[in-house]
């Protein structure tokens, strides 16, 4: 059950015309695998968050900000919650000098599921790096294909 966090998800999601690439195959491998997700419960308003920004900013309708929030609330996400996962996280902000707390809220939950998080947000794939856990959506996309050529052998 990966963990996937808000960056992933809004990219995914997104309502832009033509959009494909990496996060779309991954999320097609997901559901031609029937992989279901997790995540902590903060993901839904903050990809919700986004959504309304894009319409402030002139990126996409309202109405089209209403279909990817449909989008949203179908997708195979668990919310997961755990008390501990609040303090983790806190933890986590403070030796990652002081990163966003929110933002080590999924670092915290994947650590306690012990699978890997997939995000879209290259920085903090790049400061978790030598984690080996933190993925972006190219390296979890090669980690399925090299899952199923496994299962293939």
């Known amino acids: 059950m990966p963990v996937v966090d808000a960056s992933v998800v809004v990219e995914f999601i997104k309502p832009e015309i033509g959009s494909s690439g990496p996060v779309e195959d991954l999320f097609e491998g997901w559901a031609r695998h029937g992989v279901t997700l997790a995540a902590p419960r903060l ?3 903050e990809v919700l968050n986004a959504l309304l920004t894009g319409v402030r900013r002139l990126r996409w309708t309202g109405e089209q900000a209403d279909v990817a929030a449909t989008l949203l609330e179908r997708l195979p996400v668990t919310a997961v919650a755990d008390e501990r996962d ?4 806190f933890e986590l902000a403070r ?4 990163w966003p707390v929110y933002e080590m809220v999924y670092v915290a939950v994947a650590e306690r599921l012990a699978e890997p998080l997939v995000t879209a947000d290259e920085r903090l794939r790049s400061r978790l790096a030598h984690l080996g856990w ?13 899952a199923s050529e496994h299962l293939r052998s």
């Open 43 to 45: 993901m839904w308003e």
């Open 86 to 89: 609040r303090s983790r996280a």
């Open 95 to 98: 030796r990652y000098d002081n």
């Open 134 to 146: 933190v993925l972006g959506p190219l390296e979890a996309l090669d980690g399925m294909a090299a």
